[in-house]
């Protein structure tokens, strides 16, 4: 049985910063890759970032520079650091393995994240 929590969204103004959790089960952790996606308001969830079993990050370029992807294999949790937040950052943010969210499945309630201007 697959399940993200994702935890840590918040109000937060422009120029702040940010950390939110991933606590992933059900999978083997550190065999996969996992991303953070996020979804404004009326638009289509869209990809934020990656990282690889190896630790590799990828990043979306509307985010690269201001946001870092880490992961805890003990833990079986993934962050996103977020900092110098901007408001079209505010979208509920979800994590997911690649695997899965290439297939839009598996998808947790998400956290909210609201910068405000």
């Known amino acids: 049985q697959v399940q993200f929590v994702e935890s840590g969204g918040t109000l937060v103004q422009t120029g702040g910063s940010l950390r939110l959790s991933c606590a992933a089960s059900?999978?083997?952790?550190?065999?996969?890759?996992i991303g953070w996606y996020r979804q404004a308001p009326g638009r289509q969830r869209e990809f934020v970032a990656t990282?690889?079993?190896?630790?590799?990050?990828n990043y979306a370029d509307s985010v690269k520079g201001r946001f870092t992807i880490s992961r805890d294999n003990a833990k079986n949790t993934v962050y996103l650091q977020m900092n110098s937040l901007k408001p079209e950052d505010t979208a509920i943010y979800y994590c997911?393995?690649?695997?899965?969210?290439?297939?839009?499945?598996?998808w947790g309630q998400g956290t909210q994240v609201t910068v405000s201007s």
């Open positions: 990282i690889a079993s190896t630790g590799s990050g």
């Open positions: 059900g999978i083997r952790f550190s065999a996969n890759a």
């Open positions: 997911n393995t690649v695997a899965s969210a290439s297939l839009n499945r598996n």
